[in-house]
């Protein structure tokens, strides 16, 4: 059975969460808290995190980013600020979904179980040992899920690895945004294109000696990107 941690410190809203997803069959607990939330995300081992943007004590952003530093567990942010730079915020620490309220329990559990099922599906699957790519300086070793460059490690999250890996396996090929979001995200009926420009920001951020003059992702304007080789 999922673990899920509910990070919400309006009660009424946690507990609604709470009520449609063990419906669904998850464990859920609840911290009303972002201290208490943040400690609990840390310390034990939960499939996923259902977290509230505003929060006593330690708000949502910043919960995120402690959690994406040690872990990869999938991340929804939730939020009554329909402001796209929050969003655009939450994604760039490391969310795998941003949903604004007021949204619909069941959607909310739709999209629980789609980025279970696309963790789960990563986590499991049986790849040949030592399946690496390697490109001027850039190591991507698929079996462990680990980037070098230039022999440095770099971190990335769960989402960042597969596009970053998706990329680099369809080399010289002009992918649009829609094609990756499809590829990556697996759900075509929520989510937002947006997401996949957040993200090559970030692998950008992570991989080339200099984002204005990217040696391995390209863009192509009105289209999409390109991984040179």
């Known amino acids: 059975m999922s673990k899920i941690l509910i990070i919400e410190d309006e009660e009424a809203i946690a ?21 208490i939330g943040l400690k609990k995300a840390l310390e034990e081992e939960y499939d996923l995190v259902i977290l509230d943007l505003m929060l006593p004590e330690v708000d949502g952003f910043e919960i995120c980013r402690q ?21 655009i915020r939450g994604l760039g620490l ?17 999209r629980v179980k789609a980025h279970l099922e696309r963790y789960n599906r990563l986590i499991g699957s049986g790849r040949p040992q030592n399946d690496t790519i390697e490109i001027r300086g850039l190591k991507i070793d698929k079996t462990a899920r680990r980037v070098w460059v230039n022999g440095e490690e770099k971190p990335f999250t769960t989402k960042e690895f597969d596009l ?6 369809n080399p010289n090929r002009v992918l649009t945004k829609d094609e990756l979001f499809r590829k990556i995200w697996d759900m075509e009926s929520v989510g937002d294109i947006a997401t996949v420009t957040v993200h090559i920001k970030k692998i950008r951020e992570k991989i080339e000696f200099n984002t204005a003059k990217p040696q391995y992702i390209e863009t192509i304007w009105g289209v999409g990107y390109r991984f040179k080789v």
């Open 164 to 169: 970053l890996t998706f990329l680099a396996e």
């Open 15 to 35: 507990e609604l969460e709470k009520d449609y997803l063990e419906l669904s069959g998850f464990e859920v607990e609840i911290a009303n808290r972002g201290d």
């Open 67 to 87: 959690v994406r530093d040690q872990k990869n567990t999938p991340i929804i942010m939730v939020s009554a600020k329909k402001d796209d730079i929050d969003k």
């Open 94 to 110: 490391g969310a795998d979904d941003y949903m604004t309220k007021p949204f619909s329990p069941s959607e909310l559990v739709a």
